[in-house]
């Protein structure tokens, strides 16, 4: 087991291990029990004996890689990314059955929630990530959220709770602060997101990011303010092409990207747009079939960012 502080995770091995754990991860109501699931004799569709064994190797992988202080790193060019590993890679494991309580992977998933909230501890703004080795910090502070809203659903210490549900508080409110306030040259506001706080600009792969992160906090009993949705969802509107797709940014649009289009999905379905049991008419289940049949096509012949788009 080699836990050294040069140990390195790479994202597509993190991103791969969140697609194949089907049951991805469901919220508890915080007056359930924390307690994993007990796995079923009946596996899900599309997984087998061979999945599961790749699941649970993956799993093993990540609980060996993890780092003393409870963090993993990207081995990759643009940064070593600690609060956006840590989150992925703690997400993976809860994925796999396991909580900050129970579980066979429970000691890490402690050590992963421990870690980002003594990050949170380094910033008096409410930011979770950093510091020093995430320049883009949004990525960080965004997927580092979305994995301490899953622990603050099942965490049953109550001083820990606090700590969790502070941190938590000062996150969101440093989202809606970062939220893009101007408006594109195509004339409409952006209500995205960019790579910092305070950046007032907007991009497509961090404007998802925060949006999930702030669905994760909604579905635990934080306070998220309405407009900040409101604008986020209206901001990913106003990126769809006309082929369906979502482009990179509302201030430079340019063509549709399977990644992001893909992710718009899943943050349309989070903000509670289209209800499909209207019959998927009028315009916002146009719009949404829309982009669902151009991911649908899109995906199949794109190899940019591959893992990233399977991963949503």
């Known amino acids: 087991m080699n836990r050294n502080n ?27 029990t924390a307690k994993a699931a007990a796995p079923s004799p009946i596996m899900p569709e599309l997984v087998n004996r061979k999945i599961l064994s790749s699941i649970d190797r993956g799993l093993k992988y990540l609980n060996d890689t993890q780092r003393r202080d409870g963090s993993w790193l990207n081995g990759g060019g643009y940064g070593t990314y600690p609060a956006v590993m840590t989150g992925l890679s703690g997400l993976a494991l809860m994925a796999g059955g396991s909580t900050p309580e129970t ?16 990050v949170a501890e380094t910033h008096n703004d409410g930011l979770v990530a950093g510091p020093g080795a995430e ?17 603050y659903g099942m965490e049953l210490n109550t001083a820990t709770e606090a700590k969790l549900r502070k941190v ?93 289009s893909a992710a718009a999905i899943a943050c349309f379905y989070a903000a509670g747009v289209y209800d499909r049991t209207t019959g998927g008419k009028g315009t916002e289940a146009e719009m949404v079939e829309k982009l ?21």
């Open 168 to 260: 938590l508080n000062g996150g969101v409110q440093l989202i809606a602060k970062s939220q893009s306030k101007k408006t594109s040259r195509f004339g409409k506001p952006c209500g995205g997101w960019y790579y910092t706080p305070g950046s007032s600009s907007d991009e497509g792969s961090v404007t998802v990011t925060q949006l999930q992160a702030l669905r994760a906090c909604r579905n635990v009993g934080i306070k998220v303010p309405k407009d900040c949705i409101d604008k986020a969802v209206e901001y990913l509107r106003h990126c769809q092409m006309a082929d369906g797709g979502i482009c990179y940014s509302a201030s430079s649009r340019g063509s549709s990207r399977p990644p992001i």
């Open 6 to 32: 040069r140990d390195i995770t790479g994202p597509k091995t993190i991103c791969m291990l969140l697609v194949l754990a089907v049951g991805v991860l469901t919220v508890l109501p915080k007056q359930q």
């Open 135 to 151: 320049y883009r910090s949004m990525y960080g502070h965004g997927f580092a959220m979305l994995f301490l809203a899953q622990c």
């Open 103 to 118: 579980g066979p992977y429970a000691k890490s998933v402690a050590k992963a929630m421990n870690y980002l909230l003594r």
């Open 292 to 312: 669902v049949r151009y991911v649908d096509s899109a995906s199949q012949n794109s190899s940019s960012h591959w893992f990233y788009t399977q991963f949503y």
